[in-house]
């Protein structure tokens, strides 16, 4: 007999994890049905109507509906009578788990995607992340530092917590032409330049950007055609400051660009790619890691998020300090200056190893089958 199981998600305009995870966890063996906390018909739910996956979607867009939209999910679920429920994001976890509990759910799980965020940036969240401790009888870490935090600081007994990592389809990666990289250069203005670094990050305080641009005017010493191409530009609460310190540079050596739909080639048009979160915590997962050594991108990171599983200095990536745009720079000059192609093949083996969506599925599925 199949088990059934209940995804209760909310706010999700689209996502391929869950897209993937609809495609590719064995039907078979498991019955899946979706809840979706949501106002509108999403991205999300034309796939699953496409692809005639069940599910149904419970209106709701904020508190004020708090406690209708826990009654029709307690309702729901009484009805679905599942075997397991996993509930994704804030709202989801605890209207769900509430509701769960209420249902008489044995196998209460919630999905941990955030790390010690709340305890720095929104104390009231630590409420809620309590609450879903409380309830919920399993929980998925999507990082050992998830773990950690879970374990070391909010005081959840280790045997209630197992660790299954994000799994990612390569393909996309893969498939990358080369007239898809020239296109992307083309557009953006960055085929004569030269070595062009790339960064990814909306304009947040924790992603250090502000210590890249230091390290980036330095390297102008050494390549005054240098570009720094600053993706997902804008958006965050450390704009004003990062604006500020962009007027440093010439205007023609440095892009913003405030969205790209092919980030897969626009990784590749990068010769160096940062990322350097200012903490090994603030960091949950941090998807950017695997995407960037995929596409076999010579990549500087700090160590954050999923980064302390598995990310080597020289073997796999160049690893800096933390908020320091010398460390940064002289990262940059060593991967300009030296052969980087077997760290980068290193790097594209450990990530296809480590997280490809099969072993994801593996994971899940060896999880879900515990009694």
Known sequence: MRKKIVYII???????????????????????????????????EKFLEINQNTFLRINYSGKKQ?????????????KIDPDIINCN???ANVIGLTAGKLAGIKRRIYTRHHSDFNFKYSPKGIYYDKWSNYLATEIVAISENVKEILTEKEGVNPRK????????????????????????????????SSPIIGVVSRYVKWKGIPFIIRGFAE?????PNAKLVLANAGHGDDEENIRKLLQDLCPDNFVEIDFENDIAALFKAFDVFVHVPVDRYVEAFGRIYIEALASKTPSIFTISGIANDFVIDGENARVVKYE????????????????????????????????????????????????
């Open 324 to 371: 320091d745009g010398d460390s940064i720079y002289q990262a940059m000059t060593t991967i300009l200056t030296t052969k980087s192609e077997e760290m980068v093949i290193n790097a594209y083996n450990d990530v296809k190893t480590k997280f490809s969506i099969n072993k994801h599925i593996e994971l899940l599925e060896e999880f879900y089958d515990r009694e």
């Open 66 to 78: 708090f406690f209708k939209a826990l009654n029709a999910t307690r309702k729901a679920l009484k």
């Open 89 to 91: 994001l804030l709202d």
């Open 161 to 192: 917590v197992t660790v299954i990592p994000y799994g990612f389809s390569f393909d996309e990666y893969d498939s990358v032409t080369e007239d898809r990289v020239t296109k992307i250069k083309d557009k953006y203005g960055i085929g004569l």
């Open 219 to 223: 390297l102008l010493t050494d390549y």
């Open 10 to 44: 909310s706010k999700l305009e689209k996502s391929l994890e869950y897209e993937w995870l609809a495609t590719y966890l064995d039907s078979t063996k498991y019955e899946l049905v979706f809840i979706l906390l949501n106002d509108h018909k999403t991205e999300f």
